[in-house]
Antibody
Framework: EVQLVESGGGLVQPGGSLRLSCAAS????????MNWVRQAPGKGLEWVSY????????KYADSVKGRFTISRDNARNSLYLQMNSLRDEDSALYYC???????WGQGTLVAVSS | DIQLTQSPSSLSASVGDRVTITCQAS??????LNWFQQKPGKAPKLLIF???RLETGVPSRFSGSGSGTDFTFTISSLQPEDVATYYC????????FGPGTKVDVQ
């Protein structure tokens, strides 16, 4: 069974940093490109970042470019999102998902507030 | 950047009704469109990929059509368990989600 389990969310002050992790199991992680997608409370879905299978291709939404860094460790079957210079508007439930969209985690909640 | 618009933003229909949602892209995305269903408190679930292909295990009352810039998602016979928000999603050039359509049962 495919499982994606996010962790690392929490409450952080504006300007702070968090590192999200996504542990993958039940499939060959190294064969799949991955996305981070977020959803602010009561709002729609917003794509955040993409990473290819080897990590050689990385893309960001304009809203996070220069502040967030996506990475992966295929040996550890893990996906990461380093979030720096956090803003109020980054508050959301952050999902990791296969880029093919077939499988999503349950999300980890990030709250940015003073 | 490619923008997606969906209409309507919400709808209410009776059990057994045919429900149609449209999604328009700001530029040609060929067939590279997904449709998701999201129920409250749950992760999105892929229903349709490549504009018209039904994901494994998804009931056949769900269907999608279209290509280029104009797409349609249909529930042929609305069921109570279909209450959810539905999103279109393009992957032709980076990734974009539509604003969503909230579907209720009367």
């Amino acid at each position: 069974e495919v499982q994606l389990v996010e962790s690392g969310g929490g409450l952080v002050q504006p300007g702070g940093s968090l590192r999200l992790s996504c542990a993958a199991s039940g499939f060959t992680f190294s064969s799949h490109s991955m996305n981070w997608v977020r959803q602010a409370p009561g709002k729609g879905l917003e794509w955040v970042s993409y990473i290819s299978t080897s990590g050689s291709t990385i893309k960001y939404a304009d809203s996070v470019k220069g502040r967030f860094t996506i990475s992966r460790d295929n040996a550890r079957n893990s996906l990461y999102l380093q979030m720096n210079s956090l803003r109020d508007e980054d508050s959301a439930l952050y999902y990791c998902a296969l880029a093919s969209s077939q499988h999503w985690g349950q999300g980890t909640l990030v709250a940015v507030s003073s | 950047d490619i923008q997606l618009t969906q209409s309507p933003s919400s709808l209410s229909a009776s059990v057994g009704d045919r429900v149609t949602i449209t999604c328009q892209a700001s530029q040609d995305i060929r067939k590279y469109l997904n449709w998701f269903q999201q129920k409250p408190g749950k992760a999105p679930k892929l229903l349709i990929f490549d504009a018209s292909r039904l994901e494994t295990g998804v009931p056949s009352r769900f269907s999608g059509s279209g290509s280029g810039t104009d797409f349609t998602f249909t529930i042929s016979s609305l069921q109570p368990e279909d209450v959810a928000t539905y999103y279109c999603h393009q992957y032709a050039n980076l990734f974009t989600f539509g604003p969503g359509t909230k579907v209720d049962v009367q």
